[in-house]
């Protein structure tokens, strides 16, 4: 079994222009590893300096947000086409950060998974549950139910494109991670609703990312569990840190 490993930053609301320009520079030499996809996944303002700054590197651009329609009156928003053409491959989809801090639903995300696709960008789509759920016990029926209205109406060839980013919200930004067990326990989990959602080849393909403060320290760990496929990071994606992760 080849799945290729993805490791992806995802810089959130960091960095200005020239601040990414910069971390490019630092990082260059560190994330050179072309036997993975190694991902930035920046704000709208940096795309166009970053795809300038990762030109001729194995390194390639993500962006962390897009509206499903491709042009028109919606301001503030950025479409696919947009994104497109400026050089982007990845876009996140579904971060707890944009469904808790601004009520994207699962309707909502289903519809830009599925434009994400018709648009030619690979959606790096997000899951994951609080901490309430967790100590509850109920966090696997609910991630399954998240996987299941996102992916409504998206078809197996797609989903064999698709990388899904496990992030429990109580590992982000807290400093505390998942054990490599949780992790494995719930990426497994993920392939399982994928596989009686489509089938075992399906499943087989599709990529699970763990995130959720993963670093230069535990990354080796989550990264040798069958189901951990890659890893999308935050805070550590912002420091050289990242690429002993790309190199875990
Ligand atoms: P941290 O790595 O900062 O915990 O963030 C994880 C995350 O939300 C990546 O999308």
């Known amino acids: 079994m ?15 222009p020239s601040q990414a320009v910069e971390l490019c520079a ?26 300038e700054a990762i030109k001729g590197t194995n390194v390639k651009l993500g962006a962390e947000n897009f509206y499903i329609e491709d042009k028109g009156a919606f301001t503030g928003e950025i479409s696919a086409p947009m994104l497109k053409e400026a050089g982007v491959e990845y876009i996140i989809i579904g971060h707890s950060e944009r469904r808790d801090i601004f009520g994207e639903n699962d309707i909502l995300i289903n ?8 648009a030619g960008l690979k959606p790096i789509l997000c899951c994951g ?12 029926e609910w991630i399954a139910r998240q996987i299941k209205w996102d992916l409504t109406d998206v078809t197996a060839d797609q989903v ?4 899904i980013a496990y992030e429990p919200i109580w590992a982000i930004g807290t400093g505390e ?6 992790a494995q326990e719930v990426c497994k989990m993920i392939r399982e609703v994928i596989a009686d959602m489509y089938d075992a080849a ?16 535990n990354a080796a760990e989550l990264l040798s569990k069958e189901d951990i496929d890659g890893g999308l990071i935050g805070g550590a994606a912002l420091k050289p840190d990242f690429g002993q992760i790309v190199n875990a």
């Open 202 to 217: 399906t499943a087989e393909a599709v990529r699970i990312q763990y995130g959720g403060s993963m670093n230069a320290g």
């Open 2 to 16: 080849a799945r290729r490993r993805i490791i992806a930053g995802n810089w959130k609301m960091n960095m200005t």
């Open 26 to 51: 630092t990082l260059k030499d560190l994330v050179n590893n072309d036997a993975e996809d190694v991902v930035y996944c920046v704000p709208a303002i940096d795309i166009v300096p970053v795809a």
């Open 129 to 140: 549950e609080s901490l309430a759920l967790r100590k509850a016990g109920t966090y696997k």
């Open 111 to 118: 519809a830009k998974v599925k434009k994400a696709f018709a």
């Open 177 to 182: 991670t998942a054990t490599a067990d949780q």
């Open 160 to 163: 064999k494109e698709l990388v």
